[in-house]
């Protein structure tokens, strides 16, 4: 079955730009939309954005200026940058296969840290 | 942006029990894109419901989803132990998804 895993920096100074990689195996990336999902500690989930194969995205307004997505079908990855991040964006990241009903399935997830 | 208000905020049951949580959204949603999941301590969300009522693979039937509109309804129906974690709906729509801030089901 498809299986999602993020990679990426575990710290991330502010100012900076965070980026993280999600593989996806099992299946291939060249279907579905693909999302990112944040969760700060302690707290709930935030939809970050998605993208298609063919380069169609949808960002959440909020983070829009700040997302930029990108898909290599090569590698079968998907990517996110985050730029000029604060203590704000500090979180666990989750990827997840966007169904448009449903996320499913999701990546373990990946905590970034925000901090000099 | 559509807001999902989830209630209540915490769920104290015992096992055994039937658990009702709530998820109210500020304006109405198409049932087709309402789903529900459920979140362990260290965990992934996992998917228990989509399209409000139909179960994901493998969502043992104590698991049910219900409602339209603006109302929608998650019902456990006789809880195990294993089901005491953080739920949360989500709901599609303007391109864009947004979630509940979630109902803690605790013993």
């Known amino acids: 079955q498809v299986q999602l895993q993020e990679s990426g920096p575990g710290l991330v100074k502010p100012s900076e730009t965070l980026s993280l990689t999600c593989t996806v195996s099992?299946?291939?990336?060249?279907?579905?939309?693909w999302s990112w999902i944040r969760q700060p500690a302690g707290k709930g989930l935030e939809w970050i954005g998605r993208m298609y194969v063919s380069g169609s995205t949808n960002y959440n307004p909020s983070l829009m200026s700040r997302v930029t997505m990108s898909i290599d079908t090569s590698k079968n990855q998907f990517s996110l940058k985050l730029n000029s991040v604060t203590a704000a964006d500090t979180a666990v990241y989750y990827c997840?296969?966007?169904?448009?009903?449903?996320?499913?399935?999701w990546g373990q997830g990946t905590l970034v840290t925000v901090s000099s | 942006e559509i807001v999902l208000t989830q209630s209540p905020g915490t769920l104290s049951l015992s096992p055994g029990e039937r658990a009702t949580l709530s998820c109210r959204a500020s304006?109405?949603?198409?049932?087709?894109?309402l789903a529900w999941y459920q979140q362990k301590p260290g965990q992934a969300p996992r998917l228990l419901i989509y399209?409000?009522?139909t179960r994901a693979t493998g969502i043992p039937d104590r698991f049910s989803g219900s409602g339209s509109g603006t109302d929608f309804t998650l019902t456990i129906s006789r809880l195990e132990a294993e089901d005491f974690a953080v739920y949360y709906c989500q709901q599609y729509g303007g391109s864009r998804y947004t979630f509940g801030q979630g109902t803690n089901l605790e013993i």
């Open positions: 304006q109405s949603v198409s049932s087709s894109y």
């Open positions: 399209g409000a009522s």
């Open positions: 997840a296969r966007d169904m448009t009903v449903r996320f499913d399935p």
């Open positions: 099992g299946g291939s990336i060249s279907s579905y939309y």
